[in-house]
Nanobody, 121 residues
Framework: VQLVESGGGLVQAGGSLRLSCAAS????????MAWFRQAPGKEREFVAA????????QYAESVKGRFTISNHGARNTAYLRMSSLKPKDTAVYYC???????????????WGQGTLVTVSS
């Protein structure tokens, strides 16, 4: 599975961004997708996950109510809609995929290259 993220950039606090993760190499409906992020000097942390059917989503407490994860099977693409962004959301955001889901980065076998999101105050 190959994953390619896009959509990162610079945004002011309170603004919105939508990240995309284009997947290829296996039928999209056979794996679960997730977003993780890593800020400078910090460990990689879970942001959100969605199961292969799109019916179940999971969020980190820090982003609940602000971020929305979704997928579009026909486009083989997962999305992360981020609203009410805060400077502490600044990080490199990574898309990941696996067959079991979950919030632990070690459970994910496939990773994108990351896309930088910078939120200015």
């Amino acid at each position: 599975v190959q994953l390619v993220e896009s959509g990162g950039g610079l945004v002011q606090a309170g603004g919105s961004l939508r990240l995309s993760c284009a997947a290829s190499g296996r039928p999209f409906g056979t794996y679960n997708m997730a977003w993780f992020r890593q800020a400078p000097g910090k460990e990689r942390e879970f942001v959100a996950a969605i199961n292969w059917s799109g019916e179940n989503q999971q969020y980190a407490e820090s982003v609940k109510g602000r971020f929305t994860i979704s997928n579009h099977g026909a486009r083989n693409t997962a999305y992360l809609r981020m609203s009410s962004l805060k400077p502490k959301d600044t990080a490199v955001y990574y898309c990941a995929a696996n067959s079991i889901g979950g919030s632990s980065w070690s459970d994910y076998s496939y990773w994108g290259q990351g896309t930088l999101v910078t939120v200015s105050s």
